[in-house]
């Protein structure tokens, strides 16, 4: 694309990405700070206050003294809950939402608030590597049926995932599940659930990071590979597609996934050239090739008639009006448009409203 290409995590978001860089080093500076600042203070109290006599003059000392020495700590303490840890707790943030309408009374009361352990789990977990940390927000549906047992409550759940151009839905998840079990992190977890949700959220992680340079989701879709493989472990009766859940990951390695993945990367610097440096025909320029790799990973899923590949119709279905805000002016635009109703044939209307005659 170009010689010099600076991660598109960075650039978009310099000042976030500042921000949200590992929190410790921030916390030990305002320690730090704070320390001198106390010093300074305790010394500025002067000699003459010390040698007033009178339990006023004592009294008004002590108020100063407490006054110097303790409001640099409360501006600091709140320096760090307002701009520190909202942005560098987690980075990811989720919206859930869970339907329990079609269980029983009883267990709907049980997973009333399951929506709540769901949430504060991923909200809790450092998913990202440290240069990747920036805000990144998810969206998770769980529709719950009760699956009968006698020895524990077990479910079975209809689980989307969705980001802002990406969804994965997956109807086989089964796990068992009581209030008050701790949802626990682990990288060899075989885990029926939360095996499930760190392959899923590592996937969606794996999306977003491939817009911020060459193959940045790697890592993520690394990990959904590694949960993938140890879902086979889970207990017989919740290995319900596990075999589906490995094919999905691994595809994301082959082409044609790996053409798209290589297309997202030219369209986001494209925004990124128009974005920030309003530059138009650098842009474009990036973006005509993306929509040409987004044509040649179609063609090699029709050659190889693949299994579903449905992001690049998710992708479209996204930006396709960005796509037609850049090139409604555009000089080619015919050509251009002509391209995404091959592509996009479901937003075709919306592409020819501007073509143009001449």
Not at 77 to 104: D, H, M, Q, R, Y
Not at 314 to 320: E, I, K
């Amino acid at each position: 694309m170009l010689a010099i290409k600076m991660p598109a995590a960075k650039i978009v978001f310099p000042l976030l990405h500042a921000r949200v860089a590992e929190k410790k080093p921030l916390t030990i500076m305002v320690g730090i700070v704070y320390i001198f600042l106390s010093i300074a203070c305790s010394l500025f109290v002067s000699d003459e206050s010390r040698i007033h006599t009178g339990g006023r003059a004592v009294r008004q000392f002590k108020l100063r003294k407490f006054i110097y020495l303790f409001a640099p700590c409360i501006a600091a303490l709140l320096f760090v809950c307002l701009f520190v840890s909202p942005l560098s707790a987690g980075s990811v943030t989720a919206k859930v939402n869970v339907i329990i309408e079609k269980l029983p009374i009883l267990k709907q009361e049980k997973m009333k608030d399951f929506h709540i352990v769901i949430k504060n789990y991923i909200e809790s977990v450092e998913w990202l590597e440290d240069d990747d940390r920036m805000p990144i927000e998810i969206s998770l549906q769980l529709f719950l049926t009760e699956r009968v047992s006698n020895v524990e409550d077990r479910y079975t759940c209809e689980f989307l995932i969705s980001s802002t151009d990406v969804q994965y839905f997956d109807k086989r998840v089964r796990f068992a599940y009581e209030p008050g079990d701790a949802l626990v992190y682990n990288e060899q977890s075989v885990d029926p659930l939360t095996g499930v949700v760190n392959l899923y959220v590592n996937m969606v992680l794996g999306s977003e990071l491939d817009k911020y340079r060459s193959f940045g989701g790697d890592v993520y879709y690394k990990r959904a590979r590694n949960f993938a493989a140890l879902g086979k472990f889970v207990r017989t009766e919740f290995i319900r597609g596990s075999t589906e859940r490995e094919e999905l990951v691994q595809r994301v390695f082959v082409e044609p996934f790996v053409t798209f993945r290589k297309m997202k990367d030219y369209y986001f610097y494209g925004l990124y050239a128009l974005k920030e440096n309003n530059n138009k025909k650098e842009a474009r320029k990036n973006i005509i090739t993306a929509l040409d790799l987004l044509q040649k990973a179609k063609t090699s899923e029709t050659k190889a008639k693949s299994s579903v590949f449905d992001e690049p119709k998710q992708f479209l279905d996204a930006h396709s009006r960005e796509i037609i805000n850049l090139f409604k002016d555009y000089s080619h635009r015919n050509d251009v448009f002509k391209k995404l109703i091959e592509l996009d044939p479901d937003h075709k209307e919306l592409y020819e409203e501007h073509f143009t005659d001449s």
